[in-house]
T-cell receptor
Framework: GAVVSQHPSWVICKSGTSVKIECRSLDFQATTMFWYRQFPKQSLMLMATSNEGSKATYEQGVEKDKFLINHASLTLSTLTVTSAHPEDSSFYIC??????????FGPGTRLTVT | QQQVKQSPQSLIVQKGGIPIINCAYENTAFDYFPWYQQFPGKGPALLIAIRPDVSEKKEGRFTISFNKSAKQFSLHIMDSQPGDSATYFCAARPGGNQGGKLIFGQGTELSVKP
């Protein structure tokens, strides 16, 4: 199956700072990448959809100025949480699709804001 | 209506049993229905998926049954093992120009007792 990596796997930052999370498709070209957040014991909540070379499409209620997404190449997308606050603490997961329907997920990034 | 309703919320079975997880949807434009397995602290992994022109699909011990007229689909796990203990999510893909995003169900926490 297709492999998607994320870095870092966990990060702790102070309130007010920014954090960047990378998502890479390792063995296929990802035409589209997705960013989700997940709270404990809850489902995945789609934050945004990004296509290589174009602006991300954000879901309703997601602040685009707070969650900056860049999809610089067919194998890399980044999510930057700007001016992070404790309520941004969550499990962030990316996924990617190539030319098929299948959406493959990364291992997730645990963000803790102190 | 872009929702997928999943039940039960949690499920306990004995080893060798056949847990069944059900999902229902309203939007007849959904065109792809995957199931994901997620272990604690990990990203979801694609298990099996089906398209609406097929009534059943089997891969190893996992079977999807799809009832298009009832707008329901379910996951059956044959000969379940303790290693199958995880959270399972059904999902549906809106057809048309929606960028390939998935709508997820609420998740089912499965525990398989030895």
């Amino acid at each position: 199956g297709a492999v998607v990596s994320q870095h870092p796997s966990w990060v702790i930052c102070k309130s007010g700072t920014s954090v960047k999370i990378e998502c890479r498709s390792l063995d296929f070209q990802a035409t589209t990448m997705f960013w989700y957040r997940q709270f404990p014991k809850q489902s995945l909540m789609l934050m945004a959809t990004s296509n290589e070379g174009s602006k991300a499409t954000y879901e309703q209620g997601v602040e685009k100025d707070k969650f900056l997404i860049n999809h610089a190449s067919l194998t890399l997308s980044t999510l930057t949480v700007t001016s992070a606050h404790p309520e941004d603490s969550s499990f962030y997961i990316c996924s990617a699709t190539g030319i098929s329907y299948e959406q493959y997920f990364g291992p997730g990034t645990r963000l803790t804001v102190t | 209506q872009q929702q997928v309703k999943q039940s039960p919320q949690s499920l306990i079975v004995q080893k060798g049993g056949i847990p069944i997880i059900n999902c229902a949807y309203e939007n007849t434009a959904f065109d792809y229905f995957p199931w994901y397995q997620q272990f604690p602290g990990k990203g979801p992994a694609l298990l099996i998926a089906i398209r609406p022109d097929v009534s059943e699909k089997k891969e190893g011990r996992f079977t999807i049954s799809f009832n298009k007229s009832a707008k329901q689909f379910s996951l059956h796990i044959m000969d379940s093992q303790p290693g199958d203990s995880a959270t399972y999510f059904c999902a549906a893909r809106p057809g048309g120009n929606q960028g390939g995003k998935l709508i997820f169900g609420q998740g089912t926490e499965l525990s398989v007792k030895p």
